[in-house]
């Protein structure tokens, strides 16, 4: 059995992409396409990017009139494009049939996409149609900076449409089941023949559900759901980032009787921490030391998220020098493993001296050379 017909058929002149008349032969037809597949074959054009879109065009046409049973299917489209089926999406006409026919009204080429959806007994078949799901729900999580490195439960609150408790979601009464939809005959889908197409519409009787409930639930009037505020908790991953999504399937608003419920996607917010800030798995940090610290040499205590760790200041470090503390940062939930701490020196410059730090900051200043950064500055600007 062949395949039906496809949305590019009311767009493409497959008997112009071989060059041959609409009454060609199946022979004729099979000699173009021979003729033109050697001329643009990758093989004979290595590189050619356009011989080869060019050959997978004329590979295309082939395939649809060359097969005879694709062919007088295509013939019937590109007919009832010229006839003018639609609104100026495909064939010349564009006009919109006015007579009833349910192709009338506006149907463009870009509304039918696989049309084997479309039109269901092209190849004598249905297309059986499922209920809608739910609606997707998205809430907040706010999570503190600690809870974010290592983990952790939150408690989630969401008002709204809910299944209903007394029947579960059918939407039917306790002890009575919704029954196949007699119309459709579950399908929830109707055909309407038009000549040799026949167009599928959804089922007037059932809406599309293929099921009927014939003794609506006392709860929710057959909806299957009602209106609550529910309680269930998510699990953030240790070392979530700022902003990320979880998805929880199956917690979203309810769907239809008869169908799944959408999702539930909870956004992480993490509040900022006062001492670490973060670059993808890494922490980051401003250390301040003293000027001592920072010209002598020092080791000085950094805290981390596992406690404090011992850092080594070489003697003439400058202010703003950046160390790195391997396997101190934050967690890497795929991966594995931890990040790095970076950590940030900061000379602290103090706003107030006791008399006699002032008169020892006195005596280094008289001893202290000009720095020789400073001293090839003013040479470069006097000369």
Same mark, same amino acid.
């Given at each position: 059995m062949s395949e039906g017909p496809r949305r590019?058929?009311?767009? %493409?002149?497959?008997?112009? =992409?071989?060059? &041959?008349?609409?009454?060609?032969?199946? &022979?004729?037809i099979k000699k173009a396409y021979r003729k033109l597949a050697q001329k643009w074959h990758p093989d004979a054009n290595p590189g050619n990017t356009q011989a080869e879109e060019r050959f997978k065009e004329v590979s295309a046409a082939y395939?649809? $009139?060359g097969d005879p049973e694709k062919r007088p299917q295509y013939d019937q489209v590109r007919d009832m494009a010229a006839a003018g089926y639609g609104s100026g999406g495909? +064939?010349?006409? +564009?006009?919109?049939?006015?007579? +009833?026919?349910?192709? +009338?009204?506006?149907? @463009?080429?870009?509304?039918f996409g696989d049309l084997e959806d479309l039109f269901g007994l092209f190849r004598g078949g249905q297309t059986s149609r499922q209920p809608t799901r739910g609606a997707d729900l998205e809430t907040?999580? #706010?999570?503190?900076?600690?809870?974010?490195? %290592? @983990?952790? =439960?939150?408690?989630? #609150? $969401?008002k709204g449409p809910a299944t209903c408790p007394v029947c579960g979601g059918s939407g039917a009464e306790p002890g009575t089941s919704p029954v196949t939809c007699p119309t459709c005959h579950g399908t929830g889908s109707v055909a309407v023949n038009q000549g040799v197409f026949s167009l599928e519409r959804t089922c007037p009787q059932c809406r599309g559900s293929g099921r009927i409930v014939e003794h609506p639930c006392h709860e929710c009037a057959g909806s299957g759901s009602v209106r609550r505020t529910r309680e269930f908790s998510v699990k953030i991953p240790a070392g979530v980032k700022d902003g990320a999504r979880i998805r929880l399937p199956g917690r979203g608003e309810p769907g239809p009787p008869g169908s799944r419920a959408?999702?539930?996607?909870?956004?992480?917010?993490? $509040?900022? /921490?006062?001492?670490?800030?973060? #670059?993808?798995?890494?922490?980051?940090?401003?250390?301040?030391?003293?000027f001592a610290e920072a010209v002598l040499g020092a080791n000085v205590s950094v805290p981390t998220l596992d406690g404090s760790v011992t850092l080594k200041i070489p003697a003439g470090t400058p202010s703003g020098k950046t160390f790195r503390i391997r396997g101190r940062g934050a967690p890497k939930?795929? %991966?594995?493993? /931890?990040?790095?701490?970076? &950590?940030?020196?900061?000379?602290? &410059?103090?706003? !107030?001296?006791?008399?006699?730090?002032?008169?020892?900051?006195?005596?280094? !200043?008289?001893?202290e050379q000009v720095p020789p950064g400073r001293a090839d500055m003013l040479r470069e600007v006097v000369t």
């Open positions: 590019e058929w009311f767009e %493409r002149d497959y008997y112009q =992409t071989l060059g &041959v008349p609409k009454n060609a032969s199946a &022979v004729e395939d649809v $009139i495909f +064939g010349p006409g +564009g006009r919109g049939r006015t007579d +009833g026919s349910p192709f +009338g009204g506006g149907f @463009g080429a870009a509304d907040e999580a #706010r999570v503190s900076f600690e809870d974010a490195m %290592r @983990g952790a =439960t939150v408690p989630l #609150r $969401i959408g999702d539930l996607y909870v956004r992480v917010r993490v $509040i900022q /921490h006062r001492v670490f800030g973060r #670059r993808d798995a890494d922490l980051t940090m401003e250390l301040p030391v003293t939930p795929r %991966r594995g493993g /931890h990040g790095d701490l970076l &950590v940030t020196v900061k000379v602290d &410059v103090p706003g !107030h001296l006791s008399k006699e730090e002032r008169e020892l900051v006195k005596q280094l !200043h008289e001893i």
